[in-house]
């Protein structure tokens, strides 16, 4: 297992975006690698964290 390491921000709207994944290999039989992304990383723990941070900087 390997960890990236902490990301320190200067705002909040810094840390929105880049979200981090996770792969799911052994939920899945086939061959593919499959990945899930981590939204719930996100200050607001939204995909809707996005939407807001370009409300804020518009």
Known sequence: MSHSPVNVFA???DAIGNT???EIGR????????????????PGGSV???IG???IED
């Open 20 to 22: 981090p994944l996770v």
């Open 48 to 50: 809707k964290d996005r």
């Open 27 to 42: 939920l899945n039989k086939s061959k593919a690698k499959v990945f899930a992304k981590l939204e719930y990383l996100n």
């Open 11 to 13: 705002k909040i709207t």
């Open 53 to 55: 941070r370009s409300i």
